[in-house]
């Protein structure tokens, strides 16, 4: 595949209209409790070296012949607009604290998987639409049907300089634990072009009833 952006646009229904004022993003909650900053801080303490990764480098043998001819494309688009290793990525894992899995059984979501990033100054994760069969097939495993989501929760007040795009919204000005979600597909890029790091949590899995997003309050505390 020459270009993932490309074949989305024959193939993925969306508006591509860059001055269109349609939202595409959905302000979820807050998770609240008074020592997250701290539990952050534990996370980050606890990168290794083998955590920092990029958008650019291929990590690993891609699932399936689909994910292949995915990624071909992927790299292509970034390759030519001039992304590489060096300004993109940041840090990413999965080996966290309780509190973040304390998180994601308060997501209400089934199955939940979670992914703490960081992202320092200077990197970006370039304009992209995530796919969940990676998750359904192989974590989930359940059919390519299975409504799923994702959960951003910022892990930090925004700063100056953190940049979240989400379609033709621009998330700023959040507070630390505020949630925020949007359909499947839809593309989206961070960056940091501030001088402080700026840190997330994702969390996917699969919409049941009671998930944060269903629900009518916006504040879920963490004890």
């Not at 840090?91 to 992914?115: D, K, V």
């Not at 499947?184 to 949590?201: D, K």
């Amino acid at each position: 595949m020459s270009s993932y952006w490309e074949w989305n646009k024959e193939n993925f229904p969306w508006h591509y209209d860059p001055s269109s004022k349609h939202s595409d993003v959905t302000y979820v909650g807050r998770f609240i409790n008074e020592k997250i900053e701290e539990h952050v801080q534990d996370a980050v303490s606890k990168f290794t070296p083998d955590d920092e990764y990029d958008e650019v480098s291929y990590k690993g043998e891609p699932y399936n012949e689909e994910a292949r001819i995915i990624m071909e494309g992927y790299h292509n688009d970034l390759t030519k607009a001039g992304f590489t290793k060096h300004n993109t990525g940041g840090r990413q894992t999965r080996n966290l604290p309780n509190f973040f899995h304390l998180m994601a059984e308060a997501s209400g979501l089934w199955n939940p998987q979670i992914m703490f990033l960081e992202q320092p100054p200077g990197k970006a994760i370039p304009w992209h639409r995530d796919s969940y069969n990676n998750y359904r097939r192989n974590f989930a495993k359940v059919s390519d049907d299975t409504e799923v989501i994702r959960y951003l929760v910022q892990l930090n007040d925004w700063n100056w300089g953190h940049y979240v795009l989400v379609g033709n919204d621009v998330i700023h000005q959040y507070k630390i634990g505020d949630v925020h979600c949007w359909p499947e597909g839809i593309y989206h890029a961070t960056g940091n072009v501030g001088y402080w790091p700026r840190y997330c949590l994702t969390i996917t899995g699969c919409v049941r009833p009671g998930a944060l997003h269903l629900r009518k309050s916006k504040e879920f505390v963490i004890e």
